[in-house]
C-alpha cells in the first residue's frame, strides 16, 4: 500500500535561494518537474536538505503549492512540516492537507530532546489533528539528539495515517525491529542513500534520496533489480555510485549537493546562513567524482 502511496525513490529537495538569499520560486518549479522526470516516485519539500530550519513558514507554504503545480500527475509531493513545537506542527500540518498534498513527512523533535511517551504524544496528537494527510515519521538522532525507539513506531504505526518512517539513524538493528513490530503496509524509507540496499535487505520499501538529484534513473534500476531478485545487479549500480554517496556528504548536507547542481548548470543559489560554502578542496573532490561518473 506504501509503496502506492509515495513510491521507491523520494528526493529530499533543495531550496533554490537568488542572489539576494530569496527564494527562487521558479528555480524550484523547474527542478521539481525535472526531478519528476528523471526517476523521482515523490519529492520531499521543505526537509533537511530544503534548509527547512531557516525557511519562514510563508516561504514553505509557497514552496508547497510551486512543486504541487509542477508535478501534478507525475510524481507525489511530501511536505516537511514537522516542529519542535506540537502545536506549530499541527498548525502547519493543517495547513499543507488542505493543498491536497500527497503526505507530510514529521522529524523528531530537535533540541528539547523528549522522551519516547513525549515523542509518542506528539506525533500521535499531529496525527490525530490531520487525519485524512498519510503521515511518515522521520528519525534521525544525529540531528535531533533523540532516537526514535522502534517499541514507539510500533505503536504509532497502529494509527491508520502514520503509514512510513524515514530512518536515517544508521542503525540496521533499529530498521529491523521496525519491520518485525509493524504491518508489511507500513513503509520503511532509508534517509541514508549509501543504506538503501543494506535497509531493503532487511524489509525496506525505498529511499528518501539526496542523490537522486543527479541520478534518480539509476537509483530506480538499483531498486527495481533488488525487489526482483537481481541482487547483484543492483549491487554492482550501488558500487558504482558509492563515491557519489561519500562525497554528497563529505560535509554537511546540503552543502555538496547544492554545489553539485551549480557544477551541472542549476540556478540553485548557495545556502542560508548558518550553513556556509564547500571548502576549494572539497568542492575539487565532489567535481572530480561527478566528473569520473559523466555527470558534468
Known amino acids: 500500500m506504501t509503496v502506492e502511496l509515495f513510491g521507491r525513490v523520494i528526493t529530499a529537495m533543495v531550496t533554490p535561494f537568488a542572489e539576494d538569499g530569496s527564494v527562487d520560486y521558479g528555480v524550484a518549479e523547474k527542478l521539481a518537474a525535472h526531478l519528476a522526470e528523471n526517476g523521482s516516485d515523490g519529492i520531499l519539500v521543505c526537509g533537511t536538505t530544503g534548509e527547512s530550519p531557516t525557511l519562514t513558514w510563508s516561504e514553505e507554504y509557497q514552496l508547497f503549492q510551486v512543486v504541487q503545480k509542477a508535478v501534478r500527475g507525475k510524481a507525489k509531493v511530501i511536505?516537511?512540516?514537522g516542529s519542535n513545537s506540537t502545536r506549530e506542527a499541527i498548525a502547519a500540518t493543517q495547513k499543507a492537507a488542505k493543498l491536497g498534498l500527497d503526505g507530510s513527512l514529521q522529524v523528531v523533535p530537535y533540541y528539547n530532546k523528549p522522551p519516547q511517551a513525549g515523542?509518542?504524544?506528539h506525533f500521535r496528537s499531529i496525527a490525530l489533528a490531520c487525519p485524512d494527510l498519510p503521515?511518515?515519521?522521520y528519525n534521525i538522532p544525529s540531528r535531533t539528539g533523540q532516537n526514535l525507539q522502534p517499541?514507539?513506531?510500533a505503536k504509532l504505526a497502529e494509527i491508520d495515517n502514520i503509514v512510513a518512517i524515514k530512518?536515517?539513524?544508521g542503525n540496521l538493528d533499529n530498521v529491523s525491529q521496525i519491520r518485525v513490530n509493524t504491518s508489511e503496509s507500513f513503509g520503511i524509507y532509508s534517509g541514508d542513500d549509501n543504506l538503501t540496499l543494506p535497509i531493503l535487505s532487511v524489509g525496506g520499501t525505498g529511499v528518501i534520496s539526496v542523490a537522486s538529484h543527479l541520478v534518480g534513473d539509476k537509483l530506480q534500476k538499483a531498486i527495481g533489480n533488488f525487489v526482483v531478485g537481481k541482487t547483484?545487479?543492483?549491487s554492482k549500480i550501488h558500487g558504482e555510485l558509492l563515491s557519489l554517496f561519500k562525497a554528497l556528504f563529505c560535509i554537511t548536507n546540503p552543502i555538496p549537493i547544492k554545489a553539485a547542481l551549480t557544477m551541472q548548470g542549476w540556478n540553485v543559489g548557495s545556502v542560508r546562513p548558518p550553513l556556509c560554502?564547500?571548502?576549494p578542496d572539497l568542492k575539487a573532490k565532489l567535481e572530480k567524482v561527478l566528473q569520473?561518473?559523466?555527470l558534468l
Open 135 to 137: 503521515i511518515m515519521l
Open 79 to 81: 511536505a516537511g512540516t
Open 277 to 279: 560554502e564547500i571548502p
Open 151 to 153: 517499541e514507539t513506531v
Open 167 to 169: 530512518e536515517a539513524s
Open 119 to 121: 515523542l509518542e504524544l
Open 292 to 294: 569520473e561518473l559523466a
Open 232 to 234: 547483484a545487479e543492483a
